[in-house]
């Protein structure tokens, strides 16, 4: 007991140093399905019939496929095949990435469709271009409804950012496989993970729910 | 009836499905006119309205502003000319993010391109013209509906539009608040405003209006000074309307 | 011409063997997950504040780890105190105790939702306090968790693909032996996508089904 305390203790700071590459991925992945999302949601919800089925297709293939046959088929096939050599850190920014923009657009999107349709007409009626309607009033009412669901996206990514030890980056669950198979000491090694995930799940909700607080419009209840 | 006119919609003609809420409708508007259209719930007041600065696509119909054929399909041009017509809402439709003084300067700076100090200026003497001064910080949801009512309008007025059309601006508001909102509307019509307004408050229409024009099921059933179409209407369908309008509402003579 | 051959006559006959283990993880996970999730969720709200207590750290611990992390604990972690399961079984605990973590979230919303003055109806009627949580409360209750489960039920279809990394080999496993002898990543997993995707498009056509059939006339749009 003592001595597998002591094992796990000296992990402890190899198993940080994979903190923060999961804090990469994660911020990486929701940073790229954040842009993507909303342009995507933005397409389905104003675009023509044709860029709406194109979306949906997108949406509906990331995610129906799991997030490990995805890794594959991305890293060690598609980008190999094109000839595009990513590390398998980006392969899987990019991975996660893709997926969650699938799962980000049906948030925005229905933040976007909740919104009165007032709101365009008015715009609208002040001369201004849809463009510069959906950038100037729409998305920034959107994406204040859509933080609750982004805070629920950002738990979901994390999690799954464990996956991406089966294509080999560092992050903490690889690390403490790697430290539980050289030390056998695999129960605290996996559950020092575990809470690991757990505190970040925890400290990226709560800073998450203060967002909220701090771009809630005042007055303003749903 | 020298003056051409300012605005002037032909002919406007909507159908959702099968259903024609708009038939041929027409109207045209001189400088410092108000021309009020009365008519029951459903009857395409705010089809016909929306119709005339294109927020709903009219199946068929032209509009003028200035002599000059508004081509819808031309976005920039539509842009334009849409600055030049104001619109107040039914229910406001104030922009719920941002603060009443945002919500005017906004067109100003995000459409006219205009400096933030010069719009921020602008949109405080356009809130103090409707009597908001004192509320130019808070949010819609801070706000009374005839303080939105009064914010739309400064939104609006704010662009110097040549037309504004109104579409019921008192209908969602409780009675003791009808009146900051319809003196707002007397003081621009005072200060020569051109107005397109449909409204249910007949009194407020035989006080200010030039014209009444009565709507029903998508038609334009009579056209008339107030005095006319109010008291003495020729059509049957018109007087049931006027005398349920005044059942419901109480009569000012 | 060759190629389409050998994913026919070769790729293919492996990765139905493989798709069948696949299901033969999700039916008993998702049995077993529902059962845990309908229990606990009831502990939570009926229970008394001991195992109200103990339940939602069962559920704060299974839903915050990640599944592997879990999957790990099962298979690897467990022999350290002489406890030997086979990848198939350590996946399937794995998968169960994880979805019903999930699915007690949405029972328990579900059952607070319920009126009280459903459980007080239904004892003026001389119900037990177990036998009214399980004919009145608990199956408004259901129908009302039915959307969150059912989502639930997806992502353990896809999640059971996580059944590889603990040398359980299902369809993902066998895509990537073979895969990994052919070179042919592209294609396989390409194949095996397509098979859960017409996994998940099934399930939720069915859920959506069985949804539909559930309704409750004049509830119809609960929620929404
Ligand atoms: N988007 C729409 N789709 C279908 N029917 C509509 C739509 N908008 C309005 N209508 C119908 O058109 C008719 C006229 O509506 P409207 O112009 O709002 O009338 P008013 O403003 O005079 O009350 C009504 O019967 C209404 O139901
Ligand atoms: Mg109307």
Same mark, same amino acid.
């Given at each position: 007991m003592i001595e597998s305390l002591v094992i796990l203790y000296g992990a402890l700071p190899y198993l940080f140093r994979g903190v923060l590459v999961t804090v990469s991925l994660v911020v990486g992945a929701m940073g790229l399905g954040l842009l993507s999302g909303i342009a995507l949601a933005v397409g389905q919800v104003y675009g023509t019939p044709w860029t709406r089925r194109l979306i949906g297709f997108y949406v509906w293939f990331f995610r129906g496929v799991p997030l490990i046959v995805l890794l594959f088929l991305f890293y060690f096939g598609l980008f190999t095949m094109l000839g595009i050599n990513l590390s398998a850190f980006t392969a899987s920014i990019i991975v996660l990435g893709l997926i969650s923009a699938a799962y980000q657009s049906q948030i925005f999107r229905g933040a976007i469709l909740s919104l009165p349709t007032g709101q365009l007409k008015a715009a609208r009626a002040l001369g201004m271009s849809d463009s510069r309607a959906i950038i100037s009033i729409i998305l920034p009412q959107a994406l204040r409804l859509s933080v609750p669901g982004w805070s629920n996206e950002y738990s979901i990514v994390l999690k799954d950012s464990a996956v991406t030890y089966a294509v080999g980056v560092t992050e903490v669950m690889a690390r403490a496989h790697f430290v539980a198979s050289r030390t056998y000491e695999h129960l605290p090694l996996y559950f020092a993970a575990g809470v690991i995930f757990l505190m970040l799940t925890f400290l990226g909700t709560k800073g998450l729910r203060l967002l909220e607080d701090r771009v809630r419009i005042p007055g303003y209840v749903r | 009836m020298s003056k051409p006119p300012v605005l002037r919609a032909e002919n406007i003609t909507k159908r959702y499905g099968k259903k024609v809420? =708009? !038939?041929?409708a027409s109207l045209s508007i001189c400088e410092r006119e108000l021309k009020i259209l009365i008519g029951p *719930? /459903?009857? /395409?007041k705010s089809t016909f309205l929306q119709c005339i600065n294109f927020l709903v696509t009219p199946d068929r119909g032209r509009v003028w502003l200035d002599g000059r054929e508004i081509l819808r399909t031309h976005k920039r041009d539509l842009n334009a000319y849409r600055q030049k017509v104001g619109m107040i809402f039914q229910d406001f !439709? =104030?922009?719920?993010? =941002? %603060?009443a003084l945002a919500n005017v300067e906004i067109g100003l700076t995000r459409v006219r391109k205009m400096g933030k100090e010069e719009a921020c200026e602008k949109a405080m003497q356009e809130l103090d013209k409707v009597g908001l001064r004192d509320h130019i910080a808070k949010y819609p949801a801070q706000l009374s509906g005839g303080q939105k009512q009064r914010v739309s309008i400064a939104r609006a007025l704010a662009m110097d539009p040549e037309v504004m059309l109104l579409d019921?601006? %008192? *209908?969602?508001?409780?009675p003791e608040l009808i009146t900051e909102v319809l003196a707002v509307i007397k003081d621009l019509r005072a200060n020569g405003m051109t107005m397109i307004m449909s409204t249910h408050q007949l009194n407020f229409a035989s006080e200010v209006a030039d014209e009444i024009i009565f709507l029903e099921d998508g038609i334009i059933v009579e056209v008339g000074p107030p005095d006319k179409i109010l008291y003495e209407p020729e059509c049957e369908r018109t007087i049931q309307f006027c005398s349920k309008m005044r059942e419901l509402y109480g009569n000012s003579r | 011409m060759g190629e389409m051959d050998f994913i026919q006559n070769e790729v293919l006959p492996s990765l139905f063997e493989g798709l069948g283990t696949s299901i033969l993880l999700i039916i008993p996970s998702a049995v077993f997950g529902l059962v845990i999730g309908v229990a606990i969720g009831v502990f939570r709200v009926f229970g008394n504040p001991l195992t109200e207590k103990l339940a939602s750290t069962y559920v704060a611990i299974f839903r915050g780890f990640p599944l592997v992390v879990q999957l790990f604990i099962w298979y690897f972690g467990l022999p350290h105190l002489g406890i030997y399961f086979s990848p198939y079984t350590a996946s399937i605990i794995g998968f169960s105790l994880c979805s019903g973590a999930y699915h007690s979230e949405y029972v328990r919303g579900a059952l607070l939702s319920i009126k009280r003055g459903q459980l007080l109806a239904a004892q003026a009627l001389g119900f037990t306090r177990t036998g009214t949580i399980v004919s009145v409360i608990l199956p408004q209750a259901l129908r009302r968790a039915l959307p969150g489960c059912g989502n639930e039920l997806i992502y353990l279809i896809k999640y059971s693909s996580l059944a590889y990394m603990i040398t359980c080999i299902e369809l993902t496993g066998k895509g990537k032996i073979i895969a990994s002898e052919t070179f042919k990543f592209t294609e396989i997993f390409m194949i095996i996508g397509i098979f859960y995707l017409v996994m998940t498009t099934i399930a939720g056509r069915l859920l959506q089904y069985v949804e539909f059939r559930l309704e409750i006339p004049g509830f119809e749009h609960y929620g929404a």
């Open positions: - | 809420v =708009l !038939n041929n *719930s /459903g009857s /395409g !439709n =104030l922009f719920d993010h =941002l %603060t019921e601006p %008192t *209908s969602a508001l409780d | -």
